[in-house]
């Protein structure tokens, strides 16, 4: 599932409707006392939190959202109707960044609501200005505008799992394997554009675009890589064996993520040898050697795509790893 994760729209609140002039029917006279109602206040711009990551491709045609104005207030000092308000839903994890003001609200939880913009109050009718030396009044004020502007719309995953690594170390293979996601795969030197995501067993896995050594100062794809680690409980991070200097390529990642900050580096992380297959057994001792010895304490664990033992063993201690977080 390819993911629509970064979007501008334009958005405005409703106007408040008009305060209008009116007058009582009174028996006898040509108008009684003022009666003129207040006009209603004009929609509000509304996002909602929802647990679908697919939620943003709404607005990948339809950019421009209006909420209702207010009515005109009515006779009989009747207040004029509420316009309604118009709630767009957003994934879980959602950053909304009002670009005229700065104004910054971000959306964790399933059900949470923001009003960026609220609607503007309806104008005051003619009976709310009758007074001790002004019995017949005839001022009204109208309705004020509601808030408007473009909203920048960023999405910054909370995945459970985020899959790390160089392009083309395996990362859309693997989570091809462990949860039918569909990823498109092949031997490109790039990386891939947006995150892919799959179903583990109830735990959302994600293939986040692949780094390049400069990421964290903005080379390449970048702080849209890193913001998307930022919220990933736990980091598999995907080393090939296809790699000429094996620890070189472990830390070139492990630099990023330390020169990013933000708690990145200190994510807990399952470091795993891929392609495997490429090796015989000599070398596969030797790069696993290599690799542990660059890792540390961290677990060091061997996959293939094209060996099903080795990845059901790695879906079992995965398995495991989530298990133990709930």
């Not at 405005?12 to 028996?27: C, S």
């Not at 170390?169 to 891939?192: C, D, E, I």
């Not at 492990?254 to 495997?276: I, M, W």
């Amino acid at each position: 599932m390819a993911l629509v994760d970064e979007v501008r729209i334009h958005a405005q609140a409703g106007h408040g409707g008009p305060g209008v002039t009116r007058w009582l029917h009174m028996k006898g006279k040509d108008k009684g006392g003022p009666a003129g109602g207040d006009g209603g206040r004009g929609g509000d711009i509304i996002f909602e939190g929802v647990r679908d990551l697919s939620a943003l491709a709404t607005f990948r045609f339809t950019k421009k959202f209006r909420a209702e104005n207010g009515k005109p207030g009515g006779n009989n000092n009747k207040h004029g109707a509420d316009g309604e308000s118009i709630v767009l839903q957003v994934p879980v994890g959602t950053v909304l960044k009002v670009t005229t003001t700065g104004e910054v609200f971000e959306i964790i939880e399933h059900g949470q609501r923001e009003v960026v913009f609220k609607g503007g109050p309806g104008g005051r009718g003619n009976a709310h200005f009758k007074s001790s030396t002004n019995q017949n009044p005839v001022v009204v004020t109208t309705g004020k505008s509601g808030g408007v502007g473009d909203i920048e719309i960023t999405l910054k995953l909370i995945a459970d799992v985020g899959l790390i690594g160089f392009p083309n170390a395996g990362k859309s293979s693997l989570l091809n394997a462990l949860t039918r996601a569909q990823s498109k795969v092949g031997a490109y030197p790039f990386t891939t554009l947006d995150p892919h995501l799959g179903d583990f067993y109830g735990h959302l896995i994600a293939d986040i675009p692949g780094l390049i050594e400069g990421a964290s100062s903005g080379r390449g794809l970048g702080s849209k890589f890193l913001r998307h680690v930022e919220r990933t409980g736990l980091l598999v991070h995907l080393v090939s064996a296809e790699q000429e200097d094996i620890a070189a390529s472990y830390r070139a990642i492990r630099k990023e993520l330390e020169a990013f900050g933000r708690g990145l580096a200190e994510k807990p992380e399952l470091v795993v040898l891929s392609k495997a297959d490429m090796l015989d057994e000599s070398g596969l001792k030797k790069c696993l050697a290599t690799l542990k010895e660059a890792v540390g304490e961290r677990e060091v664990l061997t996959i293939s795509i094209l060996d099903d033992d080795l990845v059901k063993a790695f879906g079992d201690r995965l398995a495991s790893l989530l298990k133990s977080k709930v």
